[in-house]
Nanobody
Framework: EVHVVESGGGLVPAGGSLRLSCASA????????CSWVRQTPEKGLEWISA????????DYADSVKGRFTISRDDANNMMNLQMNGLVPEDTGVYLC?????????????WGQGTQVTVSS
């Protein structure tokens, strides 16, 4: 059974830090590229960051560049997002996504998200 579970969210003051984790099971995590996506009622789904399956290439939305760092730990089937210098605009549900293109189709997995709330 496939499992994708985010953790590490919480309520923090502006300027604080959080470290989100995405634990997975039931598929070959090391062969999947991964992303963090933020969901809010106002903006819907917003891409935040991504790392390729090799772990060598990363990318970030302009709004978090320089403050967030994405990484992966394939030995533990896990992805992380270090969030520093948090601002209220970072508030939202952070979702973990893993995707692989193989055999002419996409395999894509989503967690249910972890809530991040940044107070002013």
């Amino acid at each position: 059974e496939v499992h994708v579970v985010e953790s590490g969210g919480g309520l923090v003051p502006a300027g604080g830090s959080l470290r989100l984790s995405c634990a997975s099971a039931g598929f070959t995590f090391s062969e999947h590229a991964c992303s963090w996506v933020r969901q809010t009622p106002e903006k819907g789904l917003e891409w935040i960051s991504a790392v390729d399956d090799g772990g060598t290439n990363t990318d970030y939305a302009d709004s978090v560049k320089g403050r967030f760092t994405i990484s992966r730990d394939d030995a533990n089937n896990m992805m992380n997002l270090q969030m520093n210098g948090l601002v209220p605009e970072d508030t939202g549900v952070y979702l973990c996504n893993a995707v692989q293109w193989t055999s002419g189709e996409w395999n894509e997995y989503w967690g249910q998200g972890t809530q991040v709330t940044v107070s002013s």
